[in-house]
């Protein structure tokens, strides 16, 4: 049985297709299909999985550090999207910052003159630090998820979500608290690296 692995496009090649920053240590898969590259900025430690669709068009979308947006998402930022450090998508995220008209008040998708349609969200997508989205999760348009929030798979977030909850569902609703440990580990970890330690677990693909 063949494998085909693909390779990874690192900071110098994406600085050169014209992404606007990339930070240290950061890779996209080379099947990712990526809009409007200028409007895109990348942290460190961030690794975007193949099969992926980055479309910052008419937006913008802005990466931390330690992000990683697992096989077959969709980011769509015409309305901007932020995920915060240590940010994690699993496969088949889908997150929208802009929506059509489902009442028949206006015309919709993309082909339509703008004029015709709704009207773009005015709020962007925010995901704050340390979120975590379950595989197939959808998020709708001006929906901000707080710090430290866990959401399980298949999910639909409609509205924002609190910060440090577990949520789920269709719509997602709250679950319990999720434990707040991961701070410690993220301090750990940076003063592990700004001590040089060479050993640690960081992915260089």
């Not at 930070?23 to 099969?51: K, Q, S, W, Y």
């Not at 015709?116 to 999760?137: M, Q």
Request: net charge neutral; proline share 5%; glycine share 10%.
């Amino acid at each position: 049985m063949k494998t085909y692995r693909g390779r990874f496009m690192r900071e110098a090649e994406l600085r050169e297709l014209g992404v606007a920053q990339v930070g240290e240590n950061v890779a996209v898969h080379e099947t990712c299909v990526m809009v409007d590259l200028e409007a895109m900025t990348f942290g460190d430690n961030v690794r975007i999985d193949p099969f992926t669709l980055l479309s910052a068009a008419g937006g913008w979308l802005r990466f931390g550090d330690f992000i990683h947006v697992s096989s077959n998402c969709s980011i769509l930022g015409g309305s901007g999207v932020e995920l915060g450090d240590f940010a994690n998508l699993s496969a088949g995220v889908r997150i929208f910052s802009r929506t059509d008209d489902y009442t028949g008040e206006f015309l919709t998708n993309p082909t339509v003159p703008p004029a015709f349609t709704l009207p773009p969200a005015a709020r962007p997508v925010r995901l704050g630090r340390h979120v975590i989205l379950g595989a197939n999760t959808i998020v709708l348009p001006e929906v901000e998820i707080g710090e430290g929030t866990a959401v399980g798979a298949g999910a639909l977030i409609r509205h924002s979500l609190d910060p440090w909850g577990i949520y789920a569902g269709v719509p997602a609703k709250f679950l319990r608290n999720r434990r707040q440990d991961i701070i410690d580990h993220e301090s750990r970890l940076k003063a592990a690296l700004a001590a040089g330690k060479t050993d640690l677990p960081v992915a260089r693909l």
